[in-house]
């Protein structure tokens, strides 16, 4: 899968992405982060790539050409045309639902906003579908888009090496994942629950479940409904 990630700050996302489990999974050539700076395709010495909005106010927005020059760049010589996201407090909020869908894309060009935004003709030409991750405003779009690239490329396969323990982990079956426990069995006079140290899969599988369900329940209790409805009509 690969991330081409258009932007005025390249050198943020390749500090970040080279690390750990996206860093590893770059070399073993599952995933791609390119990020592109914008700023190389302006046209002026001056490398302009922001100027005053129309209709006045403050703030500066994003011009047209260097981002549309960018996004011709990336995409030149492509059979298919990739799926564009925006990221931006107006879009789609990202949900583990959300991510799962979009780990199907080959290939995805994200696009970070500064200044207070880009031009609207870039979300009207370029842009697919504008993506949020969550109800906050931030300063730039690279920290949503490199949220966005993790949530995302843990779900490519191989990427996770232990694949098999995300189906149950939070936010995946819907629920909260249960406490988690490790050694030694005693810390400072904190003990693990016994049924933890029994080997006992089965109780222990239920002793889990009833966790999740607890902890969501308290925590979450939006999720809980959701639960309870899906799970409705199922025997
Ligand atoms: N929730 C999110 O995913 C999120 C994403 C981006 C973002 N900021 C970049 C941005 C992108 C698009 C439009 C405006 C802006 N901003 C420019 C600066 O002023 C605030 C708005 N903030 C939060």
């Not at 996201?85 to 906003?113: D, F, N, W």
């Not at 949530?151 to 396969?157: E, G, M, N, T």
């Amino acid at each position: 899968m690969r991330f081409d990630v258009l932007t005025l700050f390249p050198e943020t996302f390749s500090l970040v992405m080279k690390e750990s489990i996206i860093g590893r999974a770059q070399e073993k050539g599952l995933i791609e982060v390119n990020a592109v700076n914008i700023r190389d395709y302006t046209r002026d010495k001056h490398r302009k790539v922001d100027d005053y909005p129309f209709g006045g106010g403050n703030g500066m927005v994003m011009m047209c050409q260097p981002m549309f020059d960018a996004y011709r760049a990336v995409t030149e010589g492509l059979q298919t045309k990739p799926k564009v996201i925006y990221m931006s407090p107006q879009g789609r909020v990202l949900t583990q639902k959300v991510a799962v869908e979009l780990s199907k894309e080959e290939h995805l060009i994200l696009l970070c906003g500064h200044y207070e935004g880009i031009d609207e003709r870039i979300i009207e030409e370029l842009v697919d579908e504008e993506i949020s991750i969550g109800d906050y405003v931030l300063t730039g779009g690279e920290l949503p888009a490199m949220v966005l690239i993790d949530c995302v490329s843990r779900l490519v396969p191989g990427v996770l090496s232990n694949e098999g323990s995300f189906s149950e982990e939070s936010h995946f079956n819907g629920l909260l994942e249960y406490p988690q426990y490790t050694r030694p069995a005693e810390y400072e006079g904190k003990q693990v629950p016994e049924i933890l140290l029994s080997g006992h899969h089965a109780n222990i599988q239920k002793w889990r479940s009833a966790r999740s369900l607890e902890r969501t329940r308290i925590k979450r209790p939006d999720l809980y409904e959701n639960h309870i409805k899906s799970s409705e009509g199922k025997i």
